[in-house]
């Protein structure tokens, strides 16, 4: 940054200044380190006060007044140090440095000064709109957060309820498992008669005759199945798992009732599963055959 001379001056000025008034004002006070303090405090209130001024902070009348009050100040301690010394010269040429450098800083001040720089107005026009939307980002961010808040508590509460259905789903899904176990075991436990169940159906096998052959047969009695030859006789597998035939039990049961109606509910008795109009029929064929054989003897 290209600087002009005058700052050059205004800062040669600048640094007699604070030679001259720190010593003047530490001589003045008399108090060794404490007078060298003020000194000081007002050099360095002198500097901020110009760096305040050119960078244009607070209202535009403060920064000078400030500063010519400072200035002014200091130029009333060098006075009574020349007056304490009895030299008018230094009652004079103490001030003179001191004014004359705040002048010279005033010209440096504006040399130093972009002439394209915005205005104090301007800047705070700018500063106006930045703050605005620096309030508008951060409330926007603010009413997200709360937003996005507000969604997590609503997320967690439907995975709380979600937990609890699964839960529940759970408990029911054991409980009808373990009713199905139960169910088994009563099951298995249970007396073997309640397991049989109804024992297969034997098919019944068809000896009925037809009735031209039953009316040629010669009207003998069956013959016992003691009786037949050895070759003839059955085996002993048949003789467990044959039953007797609707035809036998019909002659059997015809011979020891009188009405066919109480034959029929006999064998129906016996064999449940056979079909009654077989029956009916096989009895109706018996009891003729049976009345063919009392005439045939008689």
Same mark, same amino acid.
Not at 30 to 45: K, P, R
Not at 216 to 235: D, F, G, R, V, Y
Not at 279 to 289: D, I, T
């Given at each position: 940054?290209?600087?002009?001379?005058?700052?050059? !001056?205004?800062?040669? &000025?600048?640094?007699?200044?604070?030679?001259?008034?720190?010593?003047?004002?530490?001589?003045?006070? $008399? *108090?060794?380190?404490?007078?060298?303090?003020? +000194?000081? +405090? !007002?050099?360095?209130?002198?500097?901020?006060?110009?760096?305040? =001024?050119?960078?244009?902070?607070?209202?535009?009348?403060?920064?000078?007044?400030?500063?010519?009050?400072?200035?002014? !100040?200091?130029?009333? &301690?060098?006075?009574?140090? %020349?007056?304490?010394? %009895? *030299? @008018?010269?230094?009652?004079?040429?103490?001030?003179?440095?001191? &004014?004359?450098?705040?002048?010279?800083?005033?010209?440096?001040? @504006?040399?130093?000064?972009?002439?394209?720089?915005?205005?104090?107005?301007?800047?705070?026009?700018?500063?106006?709109?930045?703050?605005?939307? =620096?309030?508008?980002?951060?409330?926007? +961010?603010?009413?997200?957060?709360?937003?996005?808040?507000?969604?997590?508590?609503?997320? $967690?509460?439907?995975?709380?309820? @979600?937990?609890?259905?699964? +839960?529940?789903?759970?408990?029911?899904? $054991?409980?009808?498992?373990?009713?199905?176990?139960?169910?088994? $075991?009563?099951?298995?436990?249970?007396?073997? /008669?309640?397991?049989?169940?109804?024992?297969?159906?034997?098919?019944? @096998?068809? #000896?009925?005759?037809?009735?031209?052959?039953?009316?040629? #047969?010669?009207? #003998?009695?069956?013959?016992?199945?003691?009786?037949?030859?050895? =070759?003839?006789?059955?085996?002993?597998?048949?003789?467990?798992?044959?039953?007797?035939?609707? /035809?036998?039990?019909?002659?059997?049961?015809?011979?020891? #009732?009188?009405?066919?109606?109480?034959?029929?509910?006999?064998?129906?008795?016996?064999?449940?599963?056979?079909?009654?109009?077989?029956?009916?029929?096989?009895?109706?064929?018996?009891?003729?055959?049976?009345?063919?054989?009392?005439?045939?003897?008689?």
């Amino acid at each position: 940054m290209n600087r002009p001379r005058v700052f050059y !001056g205004a800062a040669l &000025l600048a640094g007699l200044s604070l030679v001259w008034s720190g010593y003047a004002i530490t001589d003045l006070m $008399e *108090s060794g380190a404490f007078g060298l303090s003020v +000194a000081v +405090a !007002g050099d360095i209130g002198w500097l901020t006060v110009l760096w305040a =001024e050119y960078k244009r902070i607070g209202p535009r009348w403060a920064a000078p007044i400030a500063g010519w009050a400072i200035a002014l !100040g200091v130029a009333v &301690l060098l006075v009574l140090h %020349g007056a304490s010394e %009895g *030299s @008018a010269a230094q009652a004079i040429a103490g001030p003179f440095v001191v &004014l004359v450098g705040k002048i010279v800083w005033s010209f440096a001040l @504006a040399a130093l000064r972009n002439p394209a720089a915005l205005t104090p107005e301007q800047e705070a026009e700018i500063n106006s709109v930045i703050r605005d939307s =620096e309030h508008a980002a951060r409330l926007h +961010a603010a009413r997200r957060d709360g937003e996005q808040r507000r969604a997590d508590a609503t997320i $967690e509460r439907i995975q709380q309820q @979600a937990r609890i259905t699964l +839960a529940r789903d759970r408990a029911d899904f $054991e409980i009808t498992l373990e009713r199905l176990e139960m169910r088994a $075991e009563i099951e298995r436990q249970s007396p073997f /008669a309640l397991t049989m169940g109804e024992q297969p159906n034997t098919p019944i @096998a068809n #000896t009925e005759q037809p009735r031209e052959q039953i009316a040629n #047969t010669p009207s #003998t009695p069956p013959i016992a199945p003691s009786s037949l030859p050895a =070759e003839h006789a059955p085996t002993s597998a048949n003789t467990i798992i044959e039953q007797p035939s609707i /035809a036998d039990l019909a002659r059997e049961h015809v011979a020891i #009732t009188t009405t066919n109606s109480a034959a029929v509910q006999a064998i129906l008795a016996a064999r449940p599963n056979a079909d009654r109009e077989s029956v009916a029929a096989a009895v109706r064929r018996a009891r003729r055959n049976a009345d063919g054989m009392k005439g045939g003897y008689g």
